[in-house]
């Protein structure tokens, strides 16, 4: 009864902004990512009547019972479906960068749950799965899918349309991901309570939804299109979209810190000097740039060398889960 299973982060070019249900998971809108080759997280999972509890030891730490209280109801959902009451006992390894704000609850909760409902021999779809995994984080439900992934939110007030699936693999087509790590303190709002307080308080959420839509069919089209330039250019405004509708939240907030502005003003430095590069930002400080696999080197080289820049990890379109033994 135990199996280790693996999973890559992922970025969203087509951000995930919003819940209708909270306790479900379901989100407000579609969203888009590529699933990065670099960064992943390894879960193994042991069920045993022995166990008196859940357990968690993350990157060889113990963690907190709050910490705990989630991955347990995480895996109620997952021994419901498996008819069973027996305990866990997780074991998570982190492979991303330790800087802060880049520990990945999409990988976190892909693999935890891949790797439990192979342990209780669960036969799970590629959809099932990507049901199972975002009722543990919203994002985890496009990483069990490798290159571009659509998450559609569904229509159904239980969820059970609403799951990712695979756009184009990620052998497909090969786009550069710069991972930009910034000197920064530790962000003051979630993604949790950030995108809720958004919804439930900002003016500017409306011009959010109003406008997803639209910019997920354009994306859709320039993947299928193979057009990087269109690609570049919606992903970057959505991710500015998104960010603006914080600034109408009550109270405010802003993920952005001025090493974030460093990079997005360099960005746009490197477009007027030739270079094809955008810039898309989650919910914290640090900036993933899009670029041509040929030009990634230089713009790497460019980006290293802004002052408030501590690190430039590459990515490109990485798999989905994969399953290991010992
Ligand atoms: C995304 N983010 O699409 C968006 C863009 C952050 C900004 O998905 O509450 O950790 O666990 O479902 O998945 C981060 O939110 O939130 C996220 P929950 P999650 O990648």
Same mark, same amino acid.
């Given at each position: 009864m135990e199996a280790i299973a693996r999973a890559h982060t992922n970025i969203a070019l087509i951000k995930y902004w919003g819940k209708r249900n909270t306790q479900l998971f379901l989100p407000t809108n579609s969203s888009l990512s590529i699933t990065l080759d670099h960064f992943y997280t390894e879960t193994k999972v042991q069920f045993s009547d022995q166990f008196e509890k859940d357990s968690l030891i993350l990157d060889g730490s113990q963690v907190s019972d709050q910490e705990i209280g989630k991955i347990t109801a995480f895996l109620d959902h997952v021994r419901n479906i498996a008819g069973t009451k027996v305990f866990a006992k997780v074991t998570s390894v982190n492979h991303v960068p330790t800087a802060a704000g880049f520990a990945s609850s999409a990988s976190g909760y892909a693999a935890l749950a891949a790797a439990a409902s192979k342990a209780l021999q669960l036969d799970l779809t590629g959809t099932e799965l990507s049901a199972l995994a975002r009722q543990g984080s919203g994002s985890a439900s496009r990483s069990i899918f490798g290159g571009f992934v659509e998450w559609q939110k569904g229509e159904k007030t239980d969820g059970t349309d609403s799951f990712a699936t695979q756009i184009l693999d990620e052998k497909a087509w090969d786009i550069s991901v710069l991972?930009?790590?910034?000197?920064?303190?530790?962000?003051?709002?979630?993604?949790?309570?950030?995108?809720?307080? /958004?919804?439930?308080?900002?003016?500017?959420? +409306?011009?959010?939804? +109003?406008?997803?839509?639209?910019?997920? =069919? #354009?994306?859709?089209?320039?993947?299928? +299109?193979?057009?990087?330039?269109?690609?570049?250019?919606?992903?970057?405004?959505?991710?500015?979209?998104?960010?603006? /509708?914080?600034?109408?939240?009550?109270?405010?907030?802003?993920?952005? #810190?001025?090493?974030?502005?460093?990079?997005?003003?360099?960005?746009?430095?490197?477009?007027?000097?030739?270079?094809?590069?955008?810039?898309?930002?989650?919910?914290? !400080?640090?900036?993933?740039?899009?670029?041509? !696999?040929? =030009?990634?080197?230089?713009?790497?080289?460019?980006? +290293?060398?802004?002052?408030?820049?501590?690190?430039?990890?590459?990515?490109?379109p990485g798999p989905g889960i994969q399953y290991l033994s010992e």
């Open positions: 991972s930009v790590v910034v000197e920064a303190g530790p962000k003051s709002v979630s993604s949790r309570d950030g995108m809720q307080r /958004t919804v439930e308080t900002s003016p500017f959420y +409306a011009g959010w939804l +109003a406008t997803v839509a639209e910019d997920l =069919q #354009q994306m859709k089209e320039a993947i299928n +299109a193979r057009d990087f330039t269109k690609l570049g250019e919606i992903a970057e405004a959505n991710a500015m979209k998104m960010h603006a /509708t914080t600034l109408g939240a009550k109270p405010p907030f802003l993920y952005w #810190q001025s090493a974030t502005l460093d990079v997005m003003q360099q960005v746009m430095e490197l477009r007027q000097q030739g270079l094809e590069a955008y810039f898309t930002i989650d919910a914290g !400080p640090n900036v993933k740039v899009l670029c041509k !696999p040929e =030009q990634e080197h230089i713009i790497k080289e460019k980006l +290293a060398a802004v002052a408030s820049v501590r690190d430039v990890v590459v990515c490109h």
